[in-house]
């Protein structure tokens, strides 16, 4: 049974830096691309950054600069390092585990991340 399980969320100042940790288990985390996303309240789930089976990343606009995704196959850990959050960052934070061929996905549980003074 594949779980993804994160961790590293909590509360923090504006400014502030957390990392994210998602490990993977039941499968081989190589096999797939890997995603970071969040949902603030009343909002849409939204993709906030992807590394790829072959370690090429991309980050939605918002985030481009501050946030850095990052893998370790060995560990089946995905990692994202949060820099100068800002409140707009709130928002519970899922990892995504995707694969073409043959099609699966799997969903973490999701950590909150809280970004106030």
């Known amino acids: 049974q594949v779980q993804l399980v994160e961790s590293g969320g909590g509360l923090v100042q504006p400014g502030g830096s957390l990392r994210l940790s998602c490990v993977v288990s039941g499968t081989t985390l190589s096999l797939y691309h890997m995603g970071w996303y969040r949902q603030a309240p009343g909002k849409q789930r939204e993709l906030v950054a992807v590394v790829t089976s072959d370690g090429i990343t991309n980050y939605v606009d918002s985030v481009k600069g501050r946030f850095t995704i990052s893998r370790d196959n060995a560990k089946n850990t995905v990692y994202l390092q949060m820099n100068s959050l800002k409140p707009d960052d709130t928002a519970v934070y899922y990892c995504?585990?995707?694969?073409?061929?043959?099609?699966?996905?799997?969903w973490g549980q999701g950590t909150q991340v809280t970004v106030s003074s």
């Open positions: 995504n585990a995707n694969k073409l061929v043959p099609p699966r996905t799997y």
